[in-house]
C-alpha cells in the first residue's frame, strides 16, 4: 500500500482512524474525520510503539498489517491450517477460549498453528460439529454460544477442583441427569455413577437407562463406551474421559447440545472385564466433573 503520512486526508485514513479507535485509542474531538494530523499521529505512534515497530507515525505495510491483525475478531474470516500460517487478534481470542473451554492449544501467541488446529479439532468433535479443524460459522457460532464461560477467564483445570460433600449433595439433588452403557464397559460405569450419586445424596435426580429406553424430557444424558464404541454415532457430542480439563470439555458439551435435551457420549477409554478399580476411577471422575459443571 502507499504509505499514509501525518497530513493526509481520505477514506485510507478513515479505515486507520475507525481501526485505532476500536483498538482504544484517543483521536482527539474530531474523531474520525478523514484528517490525519494531531491525535491520530500520536495514536499511530503509541501503537507502533506498543506491537514493535518504528514509532515515525507513517502507516507503511508493516503498520497496516500491523493494524489489520489486531482489529480481527472471531468470525471476522475463515480460520484453518495453513503456511503463512493465519495471526492476528481473531486467532488469539480462539486460543484463549479454547485454552479455557478445556481444550489445550498451548501457548496463546496469535498464531494458528498445528496445536491450535488440533485443539479446534478437539472442540469440533466435542460440540458435535465435523471435526475438520476449520474455524468457520458453524464453529463460530459453537465457540460464541459459550462466550460467557471463556470471555475474560484464566484457563484452570475444572477437574481437579473438587467440591465438598454438601456442595456435590445439592448438585445431584437439584440436577436432573441419565447416565446408560453404550456397551458392557459403559454399563458397568454408569451403574456406579448412580451407586456414587445415591450414596452421596439420597435425593440425588440420577437415573440408570437402558440402551432400549425413550429418553426423558428433562434434565441431560450421558451415554458411556469404552475406547472406540462411540465412533458408530453420529451427530452427538463426544467428550474423552482424558487429560485434567475433562469437566471443561464436558461443559462444552452440553453447552453446545442448545435446546432439548442434551445428550453427551463419553469415551472411557481402555477399561478391560473386570478392570473395577478401573470402572470405579471413571465413575468417580465423570460424576465429579457433572457436580463442577453445575455447581
Known amino acids: 500500500m502507499k504509505p499514509v503520512r501525518p497530513g493526509d486526508r ?23 474525520d478523514g484528517i490525519y494530523l494531531g491525535a491520530t499521529t500520536d495514536a499511530v505512534r503509541s501503537f507502533q510503539a506498543e506491537a514493535g ?3 515515525d507515525g507513517i502507516v507503511d505495510d508493516p503498520t497496516w498489517a500491523a493494524l489489520v491483525d489486531a482489529t480481527f475478531t472471531i468470525g471476522d474470516r475463515m480460520l484453518y491450517l495453513r503456511v503463512p500460517h493465519f495471526h492476528g487478534r481473531d486467532t488469539t481470542l480462539l486460543q484463549q477460549a479454547l485454552n479455557v473451554l478445556g481444550f489445550a492449544c498451548g501457548r496463546v501467541d496469535g498464531i494458528f498453528g498445528a496445536f491450535t488446529e488440533r485443539a479446534v479439532r478437539e472442540f469440533q468433535r466435542n460440540a458435535g460439529l465435523p471435526a475438520d479443524g476449520i474455524v468457520g460459522a458453524e464453529t463460530v457460532r459453537a465457540l460464541l454460544a459459550l462466550r460467557h464461560v471463556w470471555e475474560g477467564k484464566e484457563p484452570r483445570s475444572h477437574s481437579e477442583a473438587h467440591l465438598g460433600f454438601a456442595r456435590a449433595a445439592d448438585v445431584l439433588s437439584r440436577v436432573p441427569f441419565t447416565v446408560g452403557g453404550l456397551d458392557a464397559a459403559g454399563e458397568r460405569v454408569a451403574e456406579r455413577i448412580v451407586n456414587l450419586a445415591q450414596a452421596t445424596s439420597d435425593q440425588a435426580r440420577v437415573s440408570l437407562k437402558s440402551a432400549e429406553e425413550v429418553s426423558a424430557s428433562d434434565g441431560f444424558e450421558l451415554r458411556l463406551a469404552a475406547e472406540g464404541a462411540a465412533a458408530a454415532l453420529q451427530g452427538l457430542p463426544v467428550v474423552t474421559l482424558a487429560g485434567e ?49 453445575f455447581q
Do not use: H, N, W
Request: aromatic share 2%; net charge negative.
Open 53 to 55: 515497530l518504528t514509532s
Open 10 to 32: 481520505g477514506p485510507a485514513v478513515e479505515d486507520i482512524q475507525r481501526r485505532l479507535r476500536s483498538l482504544g485509542y484517543e483521536l482527539g474531538r474530531a474523531g474520525i
Open 245 to 293: 480439563a475433562f469437566a471443561s470439555r464436558l461443559m462444552t458439551a452440553i453447552s453446545s447440545a442448545g435446546k432439548g435435551r442434551a445428550q453427551v457420549v463419553v469415551e472411557l477409554g481402555s477399561l478391560g472385564a473386570g478392570d473395577e478399580r478401573g470402572e470405579q476411577g471413571a465413575a468417580i471422575e465423570v460424576l465429579d466433573a457433572v457436580c463442577v459443571v
